[in-house]
């Protein structure tokens, strides 16, 4: 089970998400979750649709396709708020985040850490 819980972001407005996996911690403090995780199960093979559980209440609260999440971020825009853009490939998977502290406790297979 994919489950997210909420962690309050600090000096910034807002929440960051923890996201486990069968209890699994596999991303941590992310302002992109859904797709973020999205990045992080197809480096394990995991591919097509999944739910996305709160983690306090259970309930569904999202469906992703794998695929295709893992190919676009969510940028946050001073001017012109939310938009969805598509994923620069790099080994630092926060490159579309505004928050420094994202963090994937899980690296794809094959990708290289920045020095």
Do not use: Q, W
């Not at 992703?64 to 676009?72: F, R, S």
């Not at 939310?82 to 899980?106: F, M, N, Q």
């Amino acid at each position: 089970m994919i489950e997210l819980f909420p962690v309050l972001a600090g000096d910034r407005a807002g929440y960051l998400y923890n996201v486990t996996l069968d209890g699994e911690l596999v991303l941590e403090r992310s302002r992109d979750p859904e797709c973020d995780l999205a990045r992080v199960l197809l480096g394990r093979g995991i591919t097509g649709m999944v739910d996305v559980h709160d983690g306090n209440t259970g309930k569904v609260r999202t469906r992703v396709n794998v695929e295709k999440a893992a190919k676009v971020c969510i940028s946050e825009e001073d001017t012109a708020g939310l938009r969805i853009r598509k994923h620069r490939e790099t080994a630092d998977i926060s490159s579309c985040s505004p928050e420094d502290g994202l963090v994937a406790t899980t690296i794809p297979p094959g990708a290289k850490k920045a020095a």
